[in-house]
């Protein structure tokens, strides 16, 4: 039987598979820099492009782009690399229904955010130069009114003429000529920006604004790297991928001939008492993860965690649950962003069909000791609308994306995707057709040859019940009642009457209980929820000047427990608005 560990192992293993809460001092130890694929993101965030970092979460942009940061420091003969995150843009959401500024009040966030990133790498790199905190002064910025503006912004709260005066003389301009002479000072040649957490997925009007700042801020001696999603990511007019930005894509395909060699060495570095976990559960767990470096270091942790009476059950189990976790996230989408909700009804619907699909196939392949992972799409069915729900499933890690194919004469042109492959070991799509389904029964599928040819099958025949040629955007829902809205331009409910008002996503992730977020366990939900009764959902707790004083008034709630809740409840926060 497998010993469960304590659940403050738990909690602080769990945010250490984040590379945000990985101290920079420990990132070079836990970094893996095996595969072409590794090699080429960092010489694309060191070049002197602008480059977007495509990739779903988990699959390794921040912690490459820190990663990145750090090199640059060590090599005098690297560019100056200032890394900044912007996971708290959503905080700004609710100005765009309340003040008439917000968009010049969003630019002159990024910019501030910009500034105080600049003056945390001149404070990491200070051995290395003697720029002090007078090159800010000098241009009218005081680092602390800085994150005083960025902290007001953030909390929705009015400002004063001093901030007022600080949000109008952030400029462009301005901050290149800081940026380059703080470079000039640390005798760099040129400036990488990594610029991390810049989907915005959920405010297309601030994207829009963001892209344009990227853009702007691109120069002879500037090089912006952002960091986005390729679903929802939207590109603004003035922003043209291919012309202004090459994307980069970052996820290692399950095809990868390193594959496996990549994945464990990344949890060799990662994970303790690696050793400890039997050799089929690594791989079984390391297929599952479909190359995303974060699952596998958190499933090895779920299995670390015990709890099960065998191997098989554990596996299973956490197998199961990592799927349970991805659609979950994948339908999130549909309430975070109200017009993508047909789009993840239909593509949670489409992804259950091709992997059924898979299913049978790989059954009449198994005799023939060959598999195949790999569906294709005709060109011509990927309309637009279809087109951006299979990118809204990459987005949720649930669909790879491998590219184009040409099939046949006349020519056939497929976009080949591979559903994740945690959902195809649920549902048993991969087996060597023997009894029982054991793990090494798995792997012996897993690892048989792969039959040359993707299925090709009309994703009219896969799922006969959609009616693609209705698919489109959702109209918002009434706040009120939440009914449908009949047109795009309707004022009032035609169900209850009352006047139609888009819903605010960042009210509504501070609507959430705080005993509903996970992370936290269920002693701790309790001790919350009986000791401190004003501290029910994330809106308490967001309110709160220093809620870590709260929480250190409840009997067995240490500094280091609290630290970690306090994370655990911002960490959510920032994921949901992400």
């Excluded at 101290?23 to 836990?30: F, K, T």
Aim: proline residues 4%.
């Amino acid at each position: 039987m497998n010993t469960p560990a304590t659940n403050d192992d738990f909690l602080n293993s769990a945010l250490q598979q984040r590379a945000d809460y990985i101290p920079i001092d420990e990132l070079l130890a836990e970094t893996s820099e095996g595969g072409e694929l590794f090699q080429k993101v960092q010489k694309e965030l060191t070049n002197s492009g602008l480059r977007t970092i495509v990739g779903p979460r988990g699959c390794g942009k921040t912690h490459m782009m820190r990663y990145a940061w750090l090199r640059c420091k060590e090599s005098s003969a690297s560019p100056f690399a200032v890394y900044v995150s912007f996971n708290r843009y959503f905080r700004l959401e609710p100005l765009l229904s309340s003040s008439a500024g917000a968009i010049h009040q969003f630019h002159s966030w990024v910019l501030a955010r910009v500034l105080i990133a600049l003056r945390d790498s001149i404070k990491e790199w200070k051995t290395k130069s003697n720029i002090t905190d007078a090159i800010f002064i000098d241009h009218g910025f005081s680092p602390e009114q800085l994150v005083t503006f960025v902290t007001k912004i953030e909390r929705n709260q009015p400002l004063d003429d001093a901030n007022q005066t600080l949000s109008e003389s952030l400029s462009i301009e301005g901050i290149q000529n800081i940026i380059d002479k703080v470079c000039l000072g640390f005798q760099r040649k040129r400036t990488v920006l990594l610029m991390d957490d810049a989907a915005l997925t959920l405010t297309p009007d601030y994207l829009i604004e963001f892209l344009d700042i990227v853009r702007s801020l691109k120069s002879s001696t500037i090089a912006p790297k952002a960091s986005v999603y390729p679903g929802t990511t939207e590109v603004s007019p003035q922003f043209h991928q291919g012309q202004d930005s090459i994307p980069v894509k970052v996820w290692i395909s399950i095809d990868e001939v390193l594959y496996d060699d990549i994945m464990q060495e990344i949890a060799i570095k990662r994970v303790k008492r690696l050793d400890s976990i039997p050799s089929d559960a690594q791989a079984m767990l390391r297929f599952a993860s479909f190359g995303i470096p974060r699952a596998y270091l958190t499933m090895l942790d779920e299995f670390q965690r015990g709890g099960f009476t065998t191997v098989q059950q554990g596996v299973n189990k956490i197998i199961k649950e990592h799927v349970d976790a991805r659609i979950s996230e994948f339908r999130s989408l549909g309430i975070k962003v109200p017009k993508f909700e047909k789009l993840v009804i239909t593509g949670e619907e489409i992804l259950n069909e091709i992997a059924k699909e898979l299913k049978v196939f790989n059954k009449t392949l198994a005799p023939r000791q060959e598999k195949q992972l790999t569906y294709g799409v005709q060109e011509d069915e990927l309309t637009p609308i279809v087109d951006r729900m299979f990118k809204l499933l990459v987005e949720a890690g649930l669909i790879f994306d491998a590219g184009t194919v040409k099939h046949g004469t006349p020519t056939r042109i497929y976009r080949r995707f591979l559903p994740h492959t945690a959902l195809l070991l649920s549902i048993r799509a991969i087996d060597s057709g023997g009894t029982g389904g054991g793990i090494k029964q798995t792997l012996d599928a897993i690892a048989f040859k792969t039959t040359k040819h993707p299925i090709r099958k009309s994703l009219s025949k896969v799922a006969p019940n959609v009616k693609f040629e209705e698919l489109n955007f959702s109209l918002p829902k009434c706040a009120y009642c939440g009914t449908q809205r009949l047109t795009d331009n309707q004022r009032f409910c035609h169900s209850c009457g009352h006047q139609l008002v888009d819903a605010s996503t960042f009210n509504i992730c501070l609507d959430t209980a705080i005993a509903e977020v996970p992370g936290l366990t269920e002693w701790q939900r309790s001790q919350i929820s009986n000791n401190l009764p004003h501290l029910r959902k994330l809106r308490d707790f967001l309110a709160k000047q220093d809620p870590a004083a709260d929480l250190l008034t409840i009997r067995g709630f240490g500094k280091r427990r609290t630290t970690k809740i306090v994370d655990v409840l911002n960490s959510f926060v920032d994921d949901y608005l992400s």
